[in-house]
């Protein structure tokens, strides 16, 4: 939910939290997560970044930063701090197979939150970009196959009919290897890309076709309730 307080000349100045670039922030910098684990609350745990860019299967935008600061249940919506008290996460899920903490928390790159935060102002809600596509993963054997050799990428299974990825000539069997210079070393990152786009936005896809490299340009849309995201 995003909340709007309505100030005025008679309220006092309302102190805000200021932003960090959670891009900048590295495996072994340190962090900060706040919060009110099982209701005590202003509880501050200190750790670091652990990894970037993790997915926990909750869905195919997973882009979590991990971390090792203590967090709990009542954690979840805290912000996580930089060394210099600046929101670079919002702490969200753990991992454990007993419930409490075992050192491995997520959060959401505040990078993601701020873009959540400026469509719902503007839109009353996010709006993701589509392309049309079902993709898998492209496997050892699969390269073989396709005579590609060690790369990384996602193969093509369908196209769908009257979708952004079919009218800029995208075709079942394709392997894409980046998206807008991007790397697709896994399908997140495919999804992550495309999804991060503003509709209307190009898309620049290396795809592999036929023993070549070709680039192909989509205009990404919206797509309708009922399409799967790729």
Known sequence: ALLKIDADAALPALPALAFGDSSAMRVGSPVVALGNPFGLGHSATMGIISARGRGIGSGPYDDFLQIDAPINPGNSG?????????????????????????????????SLAQEIVTDLMDDGKVERAWLGIGIQQLSDEMADGLGIGDVDGAIVSEVMTGSPAAAGGLMQGDVI??????TVK?????????????????????????????????????????????
């Open 78 to 110: 805290g912000p996580l701090f930089n060394a210099q008290g600046e929101v670079i996460g919002v702490n969200t899920a753990i991992f454990s197979p007993s419930g409490g903490n075992v050192g491995i928390g997520f959060a959401i790159p505040a």
């Open 177 to 182: 290897l980046s998206v807008n210079d991007v």
């Open 186 to 230: 896994e399908l997140r990152d495919l999804t992550r890309t495309i999804a991060r786009l503003e509709v209307g936005a190009p898309a620049l896809l290396s795809v592999w076709r036929d023993g070549e490299t070709l680039t192909i340009e989509a205009i990404v849309g919206k797509p309708a309730e009922t399409e799967v995201i790729a």
